[in-house]
C-alpha cells in the first residue's frame, strides 16, 4: 500500500503496484491488479490481471486498454459499462508472469 501523501508517479509496466487498484475511465475502481502478462526479457507489455471488487473472478485487461500506470494506480480507457464484459482470465503458459 502506498503513503496516501506521497505523490503520484508515473512507472512502467514492470513497476505497476502490485494489489493497487485499477480504475475505468471515470476513476471507478475495477478491482485489484493480480498479475502482469508479458515478457520481462522483451520488455513487451500484454495485460494486466485483476481481481474484481466483488473479489470472485480475475478478468483480463489487455495492455492496449491501459492508459496510465502510476506507483498508485493503473488507469484504463474502459467505460464502467465495458468492464462487466472483459475477458475472464485463463493462464496462457506462453508468457512469463512478472508477478503475483
Known amino acids: ?3 496516501e501523501n506521497e505523490p503520484e508517479i508515473p512507472s512502467s509496466w514492470l513497476a505497476a503496484p502490485y494489489r493497487g ?14 498479475s502482469l502478462e508479458g515478457d520481462e526479457q522483451k520488455d513487451i507489455f500484454h495485460a494486466i490481471i485483476v481481481k474484481t471488487k466483488e473479489g470472485h473472478d ?3 485487461v489487455p495492455a492496449a486498454r491501459i492508459t496510465r500506470i502510476t506507483n498508485k494506480a493503473i488507469y484504463t480507457d474502459l467505460r464502467p459499462s465495458e468492464v462487466a464484459a472483459l475477458e475472464p482470465y485463463e493462464e496462457e503458459p506462453r508468457f512469463t508472469l512478472a508477478w503475483g
Not at 21 to 34: F, K, M, S
Open 1 to 3: 500500500m502506498t503513503d
Open 21 to 34: 487498484p485499477v480504475l475505468d475511465n471515470a476513476g471507478g475502481v475495477i478491482g485489484t491488479a493480480e
Open 58 to 60: 480475475h478478468v483480463e
